[in-house]
């Protein structure tokens, strides 16, 4: 954005990026690329990749539902919710200031750079995965639930950060236009008009990444945190597709439950 940084009146930062044609073609020459550099000369499915898959689906039917399976599902969701809860928590704690800020609404003078800088910052925090982020906070404190934490709060605090302040931005002007013809600052528009209009779009995509957290949870297994991704590791290592089975299905009524929950908040902020 031109307000972000020093620029000639009248003139945008790499213009030629919003050319439609240029982006198509870029697409295209990917695909192309990619198509390109696959080696079609070898099989698609290893032998006895059908067989396998199989046995996976027939484990289906039915899933293992004995009491015992079923409590320790139960746990493991507790555990990877518990986990998600947390990583979520850190990353609204980060995002929010610093998506207010990279924002810009805030500024009317002094150092206009700061949103840019804060932008550039979390761009570096969201393009390194969580599980890349998991290798480097485990060689910092260790196998622990807090080296998992760390790792999904990271980077989803530079996810949330950049929608939140695209989200404040993209909010109608005309509401605004009449705090700001009443004499209120940029604080106070932001406060009483931004973030209130923009509420139910924040709340609704905190929840869609609280959704993505737990399944980022339930991969850091490897890290040393319990969970339903620890348990789904040690049924396909002993071939129990039955009980794989039924820990996705509880990974998936989690899922459910948080995209329910979203959607009547979101009707409830909205009405």
């Known amino acids: 954005m031109a307000s972000l940084i020093a620029l000639e009146p009248g003139r945008r930062p790499l213009k030629f990026l919003e050319n439609r044609h240029l982006l198509t073609l870029l697409l295209v020459g990917a695909l192309v690329w990619s198509l390109a550099v696959v080696d079609w000369r070898g099989p698609l499915v290893h032998s006895g990749g059908g067989a396998a898959a199989s046995d996976f689906l027939q484990a289906l039917f039915p899933p293992e539902l004995s009491t015992d399976f079923l409590r320790l599902c139960l746990v493991a969701s507790w555990q990877t919710v518990s986990y998600a809860v947390a990583a979520i928590t850190v990353a609204v704690a980060i995002g929010f200031p610093l998506g207010v800020i990279a924002s810009g609404t805030a500024y009317t003078q002094g150092n206009l750079r700061v949103p840019a800088i804060v932008r550039l910052c979390l761009a570096g925090m969201r393009s390194i995965h969580e599980l890349v982020w998991a290798v480097l906070f485990v060689s910092a404190v260790g196998l622990s639930p807090l080296a998992a934490i760390l790792a999904i709060a990271?980077?989803?605090?530079?996810?949330?950060?950049?929608?939140?302040?695209?989200?404040?931005?993209?909010?109608?002007?005309?509401?605004?236009?009449?705090?700001?013809?009443?004499?209120?600052?940029?604080?106070?528009?932001?406060?009483?008009?931004?973030?209130?209009?923009?509420?139910?779009?924040?709340?609704?995509?905190?929840?869609?990444?609280?959704?993505?957290?737990?399944?980022?949870?339930?991969?850091?297994?490897?890290?040393?945190?319990?969970?339903?991704?620890?348990?789904?590791?040690?049924?396909?290592?002993?071939?129990?597709?039955?009980?794989?089975?039924?820990?996705?299905?509880?990974?998936?009524?989690?899922?459910?439950?948080?995209?329910?929950?979203?959607?009547?908040?979101?009707?409830?902020?909205?009405?």
Do not use: H, K
């Open 154 to 271: 990271l980077p989803y605090g530079g996810i949330l950060g950049r929608i939140y302040a695209d989200l404040i931005n993209d909010v109608p002007d005309p509401p605004l236009q009449a705090l700001r013809a009443s004499g209120a600052s940029p604080m106070r528009v932001l406060l009483y008009g931004r973030l209130p209009m923009a509420l139910p779009e924040l709340v609704s995509y905190t929840f869609y990444r609280f959704e993505c957290a737990i399944r980022a949870a339930a991969i850091m297994s490897f890290v040393g945190i319990r969970g339903l991704g620890y348990e789904i590791q040690l049924s396909l290592n002993d071939l129990l597709f039955s009980q794989v089975w039924t820990l996705m299905l509880f990974m998936v009524a989690l899922v459910m439950v948080v995209d329910m929950w979203s959607s009547r908040l979101r009707r409830s902020l909205v009405s």
